[in-house]
């Protein structure tokens, strides 16, 4: 056999190892999660065959459900607050010069980089101490929700920034030069072209939210559960297939955002 | 012609505390195929882009037809702008993007279809309507976004560096192009370019900038056979410039002492105003009207010259010569006929012209 070429990577047997590894430690937990709820078995150690249904019994489960829809809106809902406020604040910082403006921009990392559990007995504090103490911040999925806003839109920010920095501000005055208001030439001509980064920005505070499990916990009321919280709970018992069953759907719902969201973006490429 | 379509007075452009530009005046003709020519950073973009209204001056104003249009925003002024990049929405086919324009202005969609054909066919691009911008070539990007603009039927198109982006062969075949379309729209065409070339071939007027000044506002032919300035001088062509001496002002000219092999030369020149017997000043004279021969010429107008190096550039070849006095020459060679072996490296021989060639500069 000859010798591959330099930049033929894969034709290298330890590449080749080193990508069979990567995804070996990358989806062999994912694999087994999903396998396992299928196990027809309490224990969920043993392997006893197949069955169907832990997922009957997940469906069955009303608490389980309700936490599932509590997720599900929370994450929809942040996804749309925090995609729109993450947009406006990119464009805020790529078009204007204001004052304090570095400061600014460096601040608004600040949620990315702050440990998680440090995010959530700040929003704990601020829900129950902050607040005035006379008037009571009701404990729902509102709270929950400004909590994922406060934490993931940054993460919009970040990724509409980065592709707005790419980005020749001659398309806008090129609308304007031809008659459209500043407003205008924004949606017609600025918004189309960073539709690619809104998009995966929106999916990232999807999937955040509804991953979410620390910050959630701290600001959760006893009426809010979302599913981590729940899957927490039930695992503090025993980690049966009803588990595995909810996780798997929790990550098939993950697949398919991504799955689609990379379909919206490859229709607008084909045109 | 003859109509004024734009004036600026005393425009400043300050960044800070850099005048980009500083305190420039013009006024340009209906009509005009107008180039504003500089080395870069000499202003020239900074200025197109308050024409465009996209900057706003620090002081002075600018008038179109008479009304003062110094504050007005982009989308309200009749003025158009070719974008280096040329901007060609990429989301947007040729069609969409040439009709934006017109759909700004909410005009029928009967009347925009048929201006959309119309402004095609302008630009030669009917048969690309339906393609998206990434399956098009630069050249064929600029003509849309030509089209694009053309459309709105402007009173003045600024082009900002339109050929920067396109290769030798097609700059050439575009600089035909965009005086063809100038002439047949008859709209008033203001470009920026550094290229030289290109705006002696294409322009009918010339404001050559360096530092945010206006060093001289001419005719291409006026600008390159007589320049008011070193700068402009050097920055346009090529020229042999040397120091001399006038040794006396003449009916029509001037008698000068050039120095070298040369005795006293009587040039026929323009006035230079201020200059007096006795004044150092400077002559120069173009590579192509020099000639490199064997022979002292009669006249005495000529430098006995040592050839040091040369370049073939196909139809001429340039020669770089050094003179008894260490001064550095160049002229050029026509190759006119193929089996032509002019030159060698190490020759020596007399460079001469006619002294009506020499242009004489004061500053």
Redesign the interface.
Known sequence: MSKPALLDYAARWWMRLFLAMFFLLLYAPIVILIIFSFNDSKRNIVWRGATGKYYAKAWANDSLIEAFINSLTIAVANMIVGTLLGVITAILLWRFRFPAKKAVEGVLALPIVIPEICMGVAMLVFFNKWWPNNLVWPLNLVNIIIAHVTFTFPFVAVIVRGQLAGL?R??E?????????EW?AMI??LL??IKPSIIAGALIAFTLSLEDFVITYFTAGPDSITLPVKINSMVRFSVTPEVNAASTILIIITIVAVWLAMRIQKE?TN? | MGKTVLSIENIVKKFGNVAAVNGVSLTIQDGDFFALLGPSGCGKTTLLRMLGGFDSPTSGHIFMDGIDITDVPPNKRQINMLFQSYAVFPHMNVEDNVAYGLRMEKRPTTEINQRVQEALALVRMEEFAKRPPDKLSGGQRQRVALARALIKKPRILLLDEPLSALDAKLRGAMQTELVRLQQTVGITFIIVTHDQDEALSMATRIAVMDEGSFCQVDAPRVLYEAPSSRFVADFIGRMNMHECIVIAEQDNGYCINAGGDMGEISVRHAPLPGVRAGDKIYYGVRPEKVIFSKDKPADNVGNAVVLENYSYHGDETLLYCRSQDGTLWTCTLTNDRRNFTPVNVGELGWLTWAADNMILLAK
């Open positions: 020749n001659e398309f005055l090129a609308a304007m030069d031809l008659g459209a208001s205008r017609d001509v189309p072209q607008k045109g």
